[in-house]
């Protein structure tokens, strides 16, 4: 049940956190690929040096490594322990979600980014193109082999930033694909699966 909010209730909410930020939702599991944020996040910066990285959960040790490594400091943020209202405040206020998992059980993000309006960057792979639909732009799943993710990240970049030249029509397209997501809608998909197959059997 995510919805927009406005950009100054947004920012009221997020503070002191600015825009504009990209934004990462996630765990610190393997199949999340915080790492390949990260990377992809390092090759924006060089045509968007002001945007700065947001990632709601706490670091683990790899990427806390990675960030002093390249000498981040503040341009990555850590959010955690937040309310629903803040985490639908994040997604109002940020410039895009980028979501480079290789695995999911689902893709909750993706539908709560959308639903408030925030385009969704996705790996090319099921279940993230399901939930995302035609609505999410889709970049190539990150290759297993580090010495290629240089590459990977650098076009996943530019993948990113064309597709922010037309965010204002990417997030329209999101809101309508989230409405498949509304919480009466599901319950009565939910209803009608079970009463099939109950049906189903003497």
């Known amino acids: ?16 956190l600015k825009p504009p930020y990209m934004l990462h939702v996630g765990s610190n599991a393997w199949y999340k690929n915080r790492l390949g944020v990260l990377a992809i996040f390092l ?35 850590f959010v955690h322990d937040i309310t629903d209202e803040k985490l639908e405040a994040l997604y109002s206020a940020a410039e895009a979600l980028i979501f480079p998992s290789w695995e999911e059980g689902f893709g909750w993000p993706i539908a709560e980014a959308q639903a408030c309006g925030c385009p969704a960057f996705i790996s090319d792979r099921a279940p ?32 990113i930033l064309k597709g922010l030249d037309r965010r204002g029509a990417i997030a329209e397209a999101g809101l309508k694909n989230a409405k498949r997501f509304a919480p009466e809608l599901m319950v009565q998909q939910y209803i009608a699966s079970y009463r099939r197959l109950l049906n189903s059997h003497p």
């Open 1 to 16: 049940a995510f919805k927009p909010q406005s950009q100054d209730e947004a920012c009221s909410r997020i503070a002191p």
């Open 43 to 77: 090759k924006l910066r060089k045509s968007r040096p002001e945007l700065k990285l947001a990632f709601v959960g706490p670091p683990d040790a790899e990427l806390q490594a990675e960030i002093d490594k390249n000498m981040l400091g503040s341009g990555v943020v």
């Open 128 to 159: 993230m193109t399901e939930v995302g639909g035609e609505a999410a732009v889709r970049f190539p799943p990150a290759p297993s082999e580090h010495e290629q993710w240089d590459d990977w990240a650098a076009t996943c970049a530019k993948i």
